[in-house]
C-alpha cells in the first residue's frame, strides 16, 4: 500500500532498474540514507532507475510525515498485514538495506550503500 493506502505493484514499474529501498523513519541511519537517496535520485532517473521505498515498521503517521518534512518523491508502500514476510524474504532485518533489481526484476545488487548506487549502476550500465 502506498500512503494513501492504494495499491502498491513492482509489476506496475517499467524502469530499467528499481532501487527497493527497505528503511524505517525511526533508524537513525535511515534518517540519513533517504535524503541521501533522494538528492541522487535525479541522477539515477537519467541511468533507468526508479525507487521502491518499503517502510518496515507499522506506524504510519511518522512514515507519511518523514516523507512530507523530506520531499521524497520515489513510490512508497508499505505492508502492514505482510510486513514480516518481507523482510524475511529480503532478509531486511536491519535497515536501511537496498536492493537493485533490472528491468526483468532479477536482483542484481544487495545490501550495498547509498553511496555504491550511482557507481553500480554506471559501471552495470558500462557492461552492457
Not at 492504494?6 to 540519513?32: A, R
Not at 510525515?65 to 502492514?80: D, G, R, S
Not at 536491519?94 to 536482483?107: C, G
Request: hydrophobic share 40%.
Amino acid at each position: 500500500m502506498d500512503t494513501l493506502d492504494q495499491p502498491v505493484s513492482m509489476e506496475n514499474m517499467h524502469s530499467k532498474y528499481l532501487i527497493l529501498f527497505f528503511w524505517s523513519p525511526d533508524c537513525s541511519f535511515c534518517k540519513e540514507a533517504a535524503p541521501k537517496l533522494n538528492n541522487l535520485y535525479p541522477e539515477l532517473r537519467q541511468l533507468g532507475a526508479d525507487i521502491l521505498a518499503i517502510n518496515t515498521r507499522m506506524d504510519k503517521a511518522i512514515w507519511v510525515q518523514f516523507i512530507k518534512e523530506h520531499q521524497l518523491n520515489w513510490t512508497h508502500a508499505y505492508a502492514p498485514r505482510n510486513t514480516k514476510d518481507i523482510i524475511q524474504v529480503y532478509q531486511a532485518f536491519s535497515t536501511p538495506v537496498i536492493y537493485i533489481l533490472d528491468a526483468e526484476r532479477h536482483i542484481i545488487a544487495k545490501s550495498i550503500s547509498v553511496d555504491q548506487v550511482k557507481p553500480f549502476l554506471i559501471q552495470y550500465n558500462s557492461k552492457k
